[in-house]
Structures are given as structure tokens and as C-alpha cells.
């Protein structure tokens, strides 16, 4: 099954903490896994800046909401329990519990009023299925994927003089080649059959790599590949990065797979990534933190 969201966690939860006893958040997440059989690979899913876990975040927000409302409560740093009022609640046979439920309590009003009346307070979240982080996560990735375009827009008008430099850049931000002026004097200097240029696997030069940067529209195919690596076997070289704007066949895949020298095939849509990842051809406009209580700082023992 799909993992649960943040709100059909809670009654589930509610339900968890119906012993009475005060239990742990990791105790909780435990115990609601089970209860929905999530498999161990969607408890390890994680949200896209890989941080936490989508499941244990929606757990959190679960008990968040619910501790808003009075249906459990915190008696001390890091676990929760029931409340009387949770009880009443469960006995009352509720078949689920979501934000339109808890909005009936005085306590979770005021928290969410709170909340929305602060001038500088996020807009609601269309998606009552997804988390703040999640909402905030998948934004996010969507300007990242709009801005990925744009650059691929970008490359495929360059020059194939600049798309050189560019790709040297790139590998130089991504620890490579040593310096830019080193790195750069690398590129063109062989003239070899299908290597563009070559450049330092690492500061000291204990290896090399050589290069094939294309700007084309068309998928790479098998021909072209294996006349690059033809080109790295004349040289007796075993690493060889191939860089181009477009795509790769699957057969370009394939063979790179089963031959003994190391080739790396980066399309454009990689490059792209890379280009922002390593801030080449892209400037910051706005940073966000996002932070949480640090419970040990509270801490009076």
C-alpha cells in the first residue's frame, strides 16, 4: 500500500496511545508501520531533500495536530500520552480523525488562527494531504525542475566552444581537474579521433579523464559511444566522461555497462541538475531555513 498521510495517521495514533502508558515518538512510528504493513522500503522513503523520512514526518505532524487539540499530551521531553479528552474522544468510535474533526476543539482553533493571522503566514496548504514540509519540499523541486529546463534551453543555444568551457566548469565545482586554469588548458589539446579534452581526476593528477562534450538534439546511440571508447583504448586510458545535451539510447546504456573501461554518460537533464547543484550558470535569490525546537536545549536536568 501507499504510505499513509499525515491525517489518516491519526487516529491510528490516538488509538496507539489509548494504553494509557507514555511512549516515544520512534515507539509510535514503530507501531503505525506495522499497523498500515508498510515494507521496509516505504519506511525508508525519504522526502526530497532527503533529510527525514516521509513517514516519520507525517507521524510528527500527526501527533503535532493531536497534541493541538488536547487529545494527547507531552508530560515530559520526548514522550506522549493520552489525555482524558482523547479517551472521551475514543469512546465516542470516531471512523476517522482529521483537521475538520479537530476544528471543533477551542485549543486547535486557536492554534490554527494563530497560525493564519501572522502577516507573514504561509498561505494554506491546497494539498490537506501533505505536510508542511512536504508541501514546502515539492514547491521546491518544482522551481528546481523549472529552472533545469531553462538551462537545458540555454545549452542547446551555446556555442560548442562555450558548451566545452561550460562542461569543464562543472567538473572543476564538482572537485575535479584542480584548478580552473589548469583544467582549462586540457581542453581541445589532444585533437584525438573522439576525445574533446582531458582533466585531472583529482588536485594532484594522479589520474586522468578524458572528455567528449557534445551539444546535440539527437539521442546518442551505440556507434558513437563505442567510437569514444575506441579513442580511450588508443590512448590506453580507462576513464572517459561523455557529456551531451540531448540523451543516450538504451543500447549506449547497455554497452557502457559490460565494457572494462570506466565511461560515464551524462545527458543533458543531468547536467542540468549538476549546473545547480554546483552554482554554474545559476546565481541564489532567496534562502530558507527550516528549523525545529531543540528539545535539549530545554532541558533542565
Keep these: 500500500m501507499a504510505i499513509p498521510d499525515y491525517q489518516t495517521c491519526m487516529l491510528p495514533l490516538l488509538k496507539f496511545y489509548s494504553d494509557g502508558y507514555e511512549h516515544t515518538k520512534r515507539e509510535a512510528v514503530d507501531a503505525l508501520a506495522i499497523e498500515f504493513k508498510l515494507t521496509d522500503r516505504e ?7 532527503g533529510q527525514q523520512e516521509v513517514f516519520d514526518n507525517r507521524v ?5 495536530y493531536l497534541k493541538k487539540a488536547g487529545l494527547i499530551d507531552s508530560p515530559r521531553r520526548g514522550f506522549h500520552r493520552i489525555t482524558p479528552r482523547g479517551l472521551e474522544v475514543l469512546e465516542g468510535k470516531p471512523t476517522h480523525i ?4 479537530l476544528s471543533k476543539f477551542r485549543e486547535f482553533q486557536e492554534f490554527r488562527t494563530t497560525r493564519h493571522s501572522r502577516a507573514d503566514a504561509p498561505p494554506e496548504v ?3 494531504e501533505q505536510t508542511p514540509e512536504e508541501s514546502l519540499e515539492n514547491a521546491y523541486q518544482k522551481i528546481r525542475a523549472d529552472l533545469a529546463s531553462e538551462l537545458l534551453q540555454q545549452l542547446n543555444s551555446c556555442s560548442p566552444a562555450f558548451f566545452e568551457r561550460l562542461v569543464v566548469e562543472v567538473v572543476v565545482q564538482m572537485g575535479y581537474g584542480g584548478s580552473r586554469k589548469d583544467a582549462g588548458k586540457a581542453v ?11 582533466i585531472k581526476e ?3 593528477g594522479l589520474d586522468t579523464i578524458y572528455i567528449q562534450a557534445k551539444r546535440w538534439e539527437n539521442t546518442v546511440g551505440r556507434p558513437e559511444i563505442q567510437r569514444f571508447v575506441g579513442a580511450l583504448t588508443g590512448l590506453r586510458a580507462k576513464k572517459g566522461l ?3 545535451t540531448s540523451g543516450f539510447s538504451s543500447e549506449a546504456e547497455d554497452y557502457v555497462s559490460r565494457i572494462d573501461s570506466r565511461v560515464v554518460l551524462i545527458d543533458g537533464e543531468t547536467l542540468s541538475q549538476l549546473m545547480i547543484d554546483h552554482n554554474v550558470g545559476v ?3 532567496s534562502t530558507f531555513e527550516m528549523k525545529k525546537i531543540d528539545s535539549d536545549y530545554f532541558s533542565e536536568e
Excluded at 581541445?188 to 582531458?198: E, F, K, V, Y
Design 242 to 244: 561523455f557529456i551531451t
Design 98 to 101: 482529521d483537521v475538520s474533526f
Design 43 to 49: 519506511k525508508a522513503e525519504m522526502l526530497p531533500s
Design 126 to 128: 491546497v494539498d490537506q
Design 202 to 204: 583529482d588536485k594532484l
Design 283 to 285: 546565481s541564489t535569490v
Design 60 to 64: 510528527g505532524w500527526a501527533k503535532t
Design 188 to 198: 581541445g589539446r589532444s585533437g584525438d579521433g573522439g576525445i574533446d579534452g582531458l
